[in-house]
């Protein structure tokens, strides 16, 4: 079983920038793969970026090429998704989620709120 913690997220006005981070229970040499999703109310998980042990992407959505960055930090046995000049349309609850052992497990999830 993993435990997957997050951290970080808030608010912040449009522009700013935040950062969200997973801590998996189990090293993260051991995951293949750690993604991170996002969900406002009404619509479905779109996927964000994508953390594998070659680096990370976020060619998922255009909206956030350019602005938001995946990361490793093998120290902390975390991945982080930093995202600069937050857009109001960026609002959402951020999931990181792993697939470990066949069996799919969801962070707790990290409210992002972006003022206009």
């Known amino acids: 079983q993993v435990q997957l913690v997050e951290s970080g997220g808030g608010l912040v006005q449009a522009g700013g920038s935040l950062s969200v981070s997973c801590a998996p229970s189990?090293?993260?040499?051991?995951?293949?793969?750690i993604r991170w999703y996002r969900q406002t109310p009404g619509k479905q998980r779109e996927l964000v970026a994508a953390?594998?042990?070659?680096?990370?992407?976020?060619n998922y959505l255009d909206s956030v090429k350019g602005r938001f960055t995946g990361s490793r930090d093998i120290a902390k046995n975390a991945v982080s998704l930093q995202m600069n000049s937050l857009k109001p349309e960026d609002t959402a609850v951020y999931y990181c989620?792993?697939?470990?052992?066949?069996?799919?497990?969801w962070g707790q999830g990290t409210q992002v709120t972006v003022s206009s």
């Open positions: 953390c594998t042990s070659g680096g990370c992407t976020t």
């Open positions: 989620y792993v697939v470990f052992d066949s069996r799919e497990y």
């Open positions: 189990v090293s993260i040499f051991r995951i293949n793969v």
